[in-house]
T-cell receptor
Framework: GENVEQHPSTLSVQEGDSAVIKCTYSDSASNYFPWYKQELGKRPQLIIDIRSNVGEKKDQRIAVTLNKTAKHFSLHITETQPEDSAVYFCAASEGPRTGNQFYFGTGTSLTVIP | GAVVSQHPSWVICKSGTSVKIECRSLDFQATTMFWYRQFPKQSLMLMATSNEGSKATYEQGVEKDKFLINHASLTLSTLTVTSAHPEDSSFYIC?????????????FGPGTRLTVT
């Protein structure tokens, strides 16, 4: 089965700085890679996703890069704000063709210091 | 966007009893739903894939006789934790994909916090 590793487990940055979270996956058939933000006791919220046919995707302050050869993908948050503080999870999936199961990384607790 | 609800949002039960959690897709039909378990400060662990009209598919290591899943309609899946024990205390979250879109995104319910005493 798929194994997703995520680093770092905790990350503290000063407000305005950038934050980078990295994930690796093991299943070469995975072709969909979403990133979720989860606040304490709440549901995960999708913040950005990428499919394997592109190498990079950007949405305002958030970007995701994918290296299929190396089987790793990263989340980049620029100009961080205190409201970005939360736990972030990456996930990998083979998509609907094989059931669309998501396998999550271990999570990164991001703290943005005002 | 697609909305998924869960009921109850929290439940406390005594050891040895069974608890049922409902997951509903409110504005779309979900042929497939997913159940996750999340321990405090840990990741979401996929427990099973719930398929409408057929048996659920369980991930390795998940006891299917303990975690009963029923997906009787296109908008409702239920997870029953049978003979619950304190170690079953956790945050249970369901999700669903809207097959009517071309998206791969899963929409998550708000979660159910189960405490077994």
């Amino acid at each position: 089965g798929e194994n997703v590793e995520q680093h770092p487990s905790t990350l503290s940055v000063q407000e305005g700085d950038s934050a980078v979270i990295k994930c690796t996956y093991s299943d070469s058939a995975s072709n969909y890679f979403p990133w979720y933000k989860q606040e304490l006791g709440k549901r995960p919220q999708l913040i950005i996703d990428i499919r394997s046919n592109v190498g990079e995707k950007k949405d305002q302050r958030i970007a995701v890069t994918l290296n299929k050869t190396a089987k790793h993908f990263s989340l980049h948050i620029t100009e961080t704000q205190p409201e970005d503080s939360a736990v972030y999870f990456c996930a990998a999936s083979e998509g609907p063709r094989t059931g669309n199961q998501f396998y999550f990384g271990t999570g990164t607790s991001l703290t943005v210091i005002p | 966007g697609a909305v998924v609800s869960q009921h109850p949002s929290w439940v406390i039960c005594k050891s040895g009893t069974s608890v049922k959690i409902e997951c509903r897709s409110l504005d779309f039909q979900a042929t497939t739903m997913f159940w996750y378990r999340q321990f405090p400060k840990q990741s979401l662990m996929l427990m099973a894939t719930s398929n409408e009209g057929s048996k659920a598919t369980y991930e390795q290591g998940v006891e299917k006789d303990k975690f009963l899943i029923n997906h009787a309609s296109l908008t409702l899946s239920t997870l029953t934790v049978t003979s619950a024990h304190p170690e079953d205390s956790s945050f249970y979250i369901c999700s669903a994909r809207d097959p009517g879109t071309g998206d791969y995104e899963q929409y998550f319910g708000p979660g159910t916090r189960l405490t077994v005493t």
